[in-house]
Every structure is written in C-alpha cells, then in structure tokens.
T-cell receptor, first 114, second 121 residues
Framework: AQSVTQLDSHVSVSEGTPVLLRCNYS??????LFWYVQHPNKGLQLLLK??????LVKGINGFEAEFKKSETSFHLTKPSAHMSDAAEYFC????????????FGSGTRLLVRP | GAVVSQHPSWVICKSGTSVKIECRSL??????MFWYRQFPKQSLMLMAT?????????EQGVEKDKFLINHASLTLSTLTVTSAHPEDSSFYIC?????????????????FGDGTRLSIL
C-alpha cells in the first residue's frame, strides 16, 4: 500500500528564512508525488508534482522539492519565507493500485513570524 | 487554466433539509471528479469518485443514500447531502482531473475547488 508521512504537524519560521517541510513516502512502485497548499477556508492549490522525470522539481511561488529514492523522501523547501506562505501544506501520493486516487499526508501547518 | 468552481461556498441550514453542492470544471473537461470531506485541523478524506455518465464509487464507510452524487456532464458533478443533520457539518471539497491529459487511470494532478462550508443547525 502506498502512503505518505509528514513528519511535522507544525513548522514555525521567521520571515526571510528558509522553509523545510518534510515528507516520506511508502510505495511499491515509482510514485507520483505532489505538494498542495491550503489557505484557510479554501481548497487546495498544486505547488508542484513529481512524476519520474527530474528529481528536483520546481514549483510555484519559489517552492521546490527533491525526490530522493534512497531516503524515500520528498521534502518541500523554499529559500526565503514570506508572510503569505503561512498555510497548511499537504504531501500527496497518487495510488497506482486504486485508479490513481490521491492519498494525503496529515498536513503541516506553516507559521511565518514577522 | 484548470479552474474548478464550487458553489455555494457557505451553507447554513436546518436539520432535516437537503443541500446540493455543485462542482464545475470551467476550462477543461473532467471525466472524473472527486468529493472530499475535511474536518477541522485534519487532512482530506475521500468520500467518492464521480465518473461522468456512470454511478459514483463510494469509499468504505460513506453512506450512498446520504451523499448522492451525480455527474451528468463532463464539466459538472453535484453532491447532495440528504436529510442533513449536525454531524454532517463539515468542509466539503471537490476536485477534477483533466480529461485531456488523462482519464480515470491517469496520474495527472487533480484541480480543487475552493470548498463548501456546510453548517447544519
């Protein structure tokens, strides 16, 4: 079975400092992985996706993630946090065994201090 | 591109009434749409997969007669919460996968609506 684990429920950073949101996956196949962001009372916006092309994936708003098969990780990073980055972030894997339904991590709430 | 519109964004109604939520793909055709439920401070829980022109596939534990799903066209799916009660209060989110880049078996991203906050008094 495929799954994702987000290692931190909350991450707090100061504005202008780097962001690291951690995600580990479990998959029997080469996975398709995504990061989505959710602002309060809103739906989800796709930040980036990995589908077995380049291991370093660049997304929107300056975010990027690196797929590391040896570590089964897909951590999300950003060099410099902005106040508008404060939101909930979900690491997601696409379940190839079940019509590519999405399996969500538990989410990480990013807090950005002024 | 890839905009999904969900309506209404907020509903407050009395216990026992039925509520319909619409999910539209505005600039693409979606063979498959998905309905999720999200409780406060929790992740999304898939309720059902909506397939255009056929019956929806419900996840285990989701009542089919309670949550009626209709996917009558390639751009519209509806979720009707029948005889709603306070325990049905939640945040409901739909998503759609672009038919042009993949159908049911595709691993293409899902595009999400902005959600519907349902409050049953």
């Amino acid at each position: 079975a495929q799954s994702v684990t987000q290692l931190d429920s909350h991450v707090s950073v100061s504005e202008g400092t780097p962001v690291l949101l951690r995600c580990n996956y479990s998959s029997s196949y080469s996975p398709s992985l995504f990061w989505y962001v959710q602002h309060p009372n809103k739906g989800l916006q796709l930040l980036l996706k990995y589908t077995s092309a380049a291991t370093l994936v660049k997304g929107i708003n300056g975010f990027e993630a690196e797929f590391k098969k040896s570590e089964t990780s897909f951590h999300l990073t950003k060099p410099s946090a902005h106040m508008s980055d404060a939101a909930e972030y979900f690491c997601v894997v696409s379940d190839q065994n079940s019509s590519y339904k999405l399996i969500f991590g538990s989410g990480t709430r990013l807090l950005v201090r002024p | 591109g890839a905009v999904v519109s969900q309506h209404p964004s907020w509903v407050i109604c009395k216990s026992g009434t039925s509520v319909k939520i619409e999910c539209r793909s505005l600039d693409f055709q979606a063979t498959t749409m998905f309905w999720y439920r999200q409780f406060p401070k929790q992740s999304l829980m898939l309720m059902a997969t909506s397939n255009e022109g056929s019956k929806a596939t419900y996840e285990q534990g989701v009542e089919k007669d309670k949550f009626l799903i209709n996917h009558a066209s390639l751009t519209l799916s509806t979720l009707t919460v029948t005889s709603a009660h306070p325990e049905d209060s939640s945040f409901y989110i739909c998503s759609a996968r672009d038919r042009g880049t993949g159908g049911l078996g595709s691993n293409q991203p899902q595009h999400f609506g902005d959600g519907t906050r349902l409050s049953i008094l």
